[in-house]
Every structure is written in C-alpha cells, then in structure tokens.
C-alpha cells in the first residue's frame, strides 16, 4: 500500500484533515508534509511517522510501533512503522504537532536569515 487513496478511510482522513498537511510522492509512495517538513508516509508494512522522544518511546513499549530500518539518510532518527490496523490518531497528531513545530522554526529562521542578508547589505 503505497498511495493513500488505498488506505482504510478512518486513517486516510486522520492524516488529511490535519492543519496544513500536503501530499507528496516519495520514496514511490504518498508521503505527508507541514510546510517542508515530511511526518508521515508510507511503506509496505505500515505508515512510518516520526515520532517526538516521549511518544515514540510509548509506542515502541507498548508495541504499538516499531523502530523504521528502512532506507533513510544518516541522522534522521524517531521514525517508526506502525501496522495500518494499528495506527491510532495519537501518534498521527504526535507526528503532525511536532512537524508543525519544525516547519515553524525554519519558517522564523529563513525569515531572520533574509532580513539579516538586506541589513547586512545596506550597511555596507
């Protein structure tokens, strides 16, 4: 299951009715995006999330998910899979919450960037 289209329609709406969420293909799959932030997308076994410290600690302990060995570049960390028939709405909103958060502060740090480059500028 690669396209959301083919997901179950209860998870499928968990993750589009969230707040600013875009859907793109990647990795030959819908991957789920805030801003420029990927949270979410899927694979074969299951939706991979990436999941803040706490959250995703839950979830491993209870074996709700497991750790994502898939093929991502160094120092991406706090990815797992959860099953389809598993994948609870806490973890989708835990996922999107913290890529809200992410997006926001490269939003904040793009700006500050652009206003340091014309100040520095006129300066000159």
Known sequence: MTDSADLPAPLRESLVRLAGVRIRRMFGADAFFVGSVLFAFLAEKGLVLRLPGA????????????????????????????????????????????????????????????????TAGKGS
């Open 55 to 118: 959250l995703r600690a839950e979830a491993l302990r209870t074996g709700q998910a497991r750790t994502f060995l898939g093929p991502l570049p160094e120092g991406l960390s706090g990815w797992v899979v959860v099953p389809y028939d598993a994948a609870a709405d806490a973890l989708i909103a835990g996922a999107h919450d913290q890529a809200q958060g992410l997006a926001r502060s490269a939003a904040r740090k793009k700006r500050r960037t652009g206003r340091t480059r014309r």
